[in-house]
């Protein structure tokens, strides 16, 4: 079992930055691709970016790109979130999430998932 919790969601102003943070423990931590996913209140959940456990190679959703970036630290057990610019149409429930395959883009392409953190984006 790999258990995550996932942290750093807060009310934040459009236009502003937050860092979303994932600790990881239980398993080896390097074997998963690990990725973040969101869900608006109504919406369906929806995929945000991912990376790699070797070579640390990213992928992003388009509504995030350029504005957001996923980082791991092995070392530390870590993934993280840097979430600049921010729109109220990020505001959602964010969830941290772990995957044996080495390409994530759907939640059902995970195996273990965090218990979820909330981002306000206020206008």
């Known amino acids: 079992q790999l258990q995550l919790v996932d942290s750093g969601g807060r009310l934040v102003q459009a236009g502003g930055s937050l860092r979303l943070s994932c600790a990881a423990s239980?398993?080896?931590?390097?074997?998963?691709?690990m990725g973040w996913f969101r869900q608006a209140p109504g919406k369906e959940r929806e995929f945000v970016a991912a990376?790699?456990?070797?070579?640390?190679?990213?992928n992003y959703a388009d509504s995030v790109k350029d504005r957001f970036t996923i980082s791991r630290d092995n070392a530390k057990n870590m993934v993280y979130l840097q979430m600049n610019s921010l729109k109220s149409e990020d505001t959602a429930v964010y969830y941290c999430?772990?995957?044996?395959?080495?390409?994530?883009?759907?939640?059902?392409?995970?195996?273990?998932w965090g218990q979820g953190t909330q981002v306000t984006v206020s206008s």
């Open positions: 999430a772990a995957s044996v395959r080495p390409v994530v883009a759907n939640w059902d392409d995970c195996n273990y």
């Open positions: 239980g398993r080896t931590f390097t074997s998963y691709t």
């Open positions: 990376i790699t456990w070797r070579y640390s190679r990213t």
